[in-house]
Each structure stands twice: as structure tokens, then as C-alpha cells.
């Protein structure tokens, strides 16, 4: 799977400013989800290439106002992403622009991530649980 997403990523991102966002992700799992990220990002924006990313580079209100909108379309449905999946994506797209020397209020967009929620609760496996579990192992 990883593989066919990471040539299909690759693909659509080159250039220098792509060069210094990628050179400066030391793992590669990170490199693979900040690419594909990214490329979700400009899918949104309806762009093409990772230098129309920065077409505002001297307007960063603007550019922050962008990823403001697709943060919270990221939060309510039909999207409705978990919290973590929108700190991921977020966490690419202010990497790429620091990286470019685009200085953004990181603060402010954060802000807009929402609040984690918690899916499920923990609790500790009752005893008829882990009996169940015991006669299928053996």
C-alpha cells in the first residue's frame, strides 16, 4: 500500500521549495505522511504544483485565513477527521511554510484544530472477558 501512495505522492511534488520542506524531515514515515499531507492540502486548494503554495508568499494573513478554512472543513462532516489525523495535516502544511520562511501565526491556526476527542473509553478487561479470550488460545 505504502508503496504505490509514496510514487503517486512524489509525483506531483518537486522543486526547490518541496526540497526544503522534505531535506528537513529526518524520518521517513514522517516524510511519507507531511508528502501525502501536503498533497491533500493542494487537492484542496485546487493547485498543482507545491509552488503555487507559495504564489502568496508576501500576503501570509491570507495564507493563514487558507489554511484556517481547510482545518475547520476538516473538522465538520461530511469530513469530520479525528483530531490527530487535522494535527498531522496541519503539522505538514506549517512545516512546509516555515521551511520557505513564510512566518505564520501558529498559534491562531491551532486554534482551530478542536479539541481531542476520546472514541472510546479505556477500561481494564473483566474476568469473564479474559477467560473468553483464554479458551481461544488454548
Do not use: W
Amino acid at each position: 500500500m505504502y508503496v504505490g501512495m509514496t510514487n503517486l505522492v512524489e509525483q506531483a511534488l518537486f522543486g526547490q521549495a518541496y526540497r526544503n520542506f522534505s531535506d528537513s524531515l529526518k524520518s521517513p514515515a514522517t516524510k511519507h505522511a507531511y508528502a501525502y499531507s501536503l498533497q491533500k492540502y493542494m487537492r484542496h486548494l485546487q493547485i498543482q504544483t507545491v509552488d503555487d503554495l507559495l504564489k502568496n508568499i508576501d500576503k501570509p494573513k491570507l495564507i493563514e485565513a487558507e489554511i484556517i478554512e481547510y482545518i475547520v472543513m476538516l473538522r465538520n462532516p461530511p469530513h469530520s477527521l479525528a483530531y490527530q489525523t487535522r494535527h498531522t495535516y496541519l503539522s505538514a502544511i506549517v512545516m512546509f511554510y516555515a521551511m520557505n520562511d513564510v512566518n505564520l501565526n501558529r498559534k491562531k491556526i491551532s486554534r482551530y484544530l478542536g479539541e481531542p476527542t476520546m472514541i472510546r473509553q479505556d477500561r481494564a478487561y473483566t474476568t469473564e472477558e479474559i477467560l473468553r479470550l483464554l479458551e481461544f488460545c488454548g
